[in-house]
């Protein structure tokens, strides 16, 4: 199923996540620092980490809820894309809190904010994995067709034609012609179009 939000021919909510997670995640680290060194600086740099992983939260939700809607409904593709949003709706929360539980001393944040941000990693590695399952085993935001061979996403071809124009020959140490061979399509592309996977 292909994204509904694309950018250069690629699917923008991937292309978005990558801010987020990197910066909630390091923001943890950061405070896991200055738990063991007790030295503010850390505290400081992951007040504002969390603050930009909010905001790059928020805007990856807008694509990905824009792909969410366009699975056809009772699949099990619409069933874990709903559990990987509602669990990233909470994961932000849980930053949130950290966030206004620091404003009075960001320098020196309360426990309680050290631990919405360490419940809030976790959560977002189980949610991370559920996007990979929507990717990778479920085929979502995959164009319809792609395989190994496909045309490059900027050119208006579909996934389905064959980027070789003609096959290649090269000459093997007999002297004969190698010729590349035609790849299959993509996985389960079959049961994407069908819309037989559950």
């Known amino acids: 199923m292909e994204s509904r939000v694309k950018?250069?021919?690629?699917?923008?909510?991937?292309?978005?996540?990558?801010?987020p997670l990197g910066l909630l995640t390091t923001a943890v680290v950061f405070d896991i620092i200055y738990l063991a060194s007790n030295a503010t600086h850390w505290t400081l740099a992951s007040y504002y980490?969390?603050?930009?992983?909010?905001?790059?939260?928020?805007?990856?939700?807008?694509?990905?809820?824009?792909?969410?809607?366009?699975?056809p409904r009772g699949t099990r593709a619409k069933r874990i894309g709903l559990l990987h949003g509602v669990g990233?709706?909470?994961?932000?929360?849980?930053?949130?809190?950290?966030?206004?539980l620091r404003r009075?001393?960001?320098?020196?944040?309360?426990?309680?904010?050290?631990?919405?941000?360490?419940l809030g990693v976790v959560l977002a590695a189980f949610t991370g994995w559920l996007g990979g399952e929507l990717v990778n085993r479920l085929g979502v935001g995959v164009d319809v067709?792609?395989?190994?061979?496909?045309p490059s996403s900027l050119t208006s071809q579909p996934a389905t034609t064959d980027a070789r124009s003609a096959p290649r020959a090269s000459a093997t140490a007999g002297g004969g012609d190698r010729r590349t061979h035609q790849q299959s399509a993509y996985a389960g592309a079959e049961r994407r179009v069908s819309g037989s996977m559950r």
């Open 7 to 19: 950018l250069a021919g690629h699917p923008v909510h991937p292309m978005l996540i990558v801010f």
């Open 104 to 118: 009075p001393d960001p320098a020196a944040p309360p426990t309680g904010a050290i631990v919405a941000g360490l």
């Open 88 to 100: 990233n709706v909470i994961v932000l929360v849980l930053f949130i809190l950290s966030w206004f």
């Open 49 to 71: 980490m969390i603050a930009a992983g909010i905001i790059g939260g928020l805007a990856a939700a807008v694509p990905g809820a824009v792909d969410w809607w366009a699975i």
């Open 145 to 150: 067709g792609a395989h190994l061979d496909a």
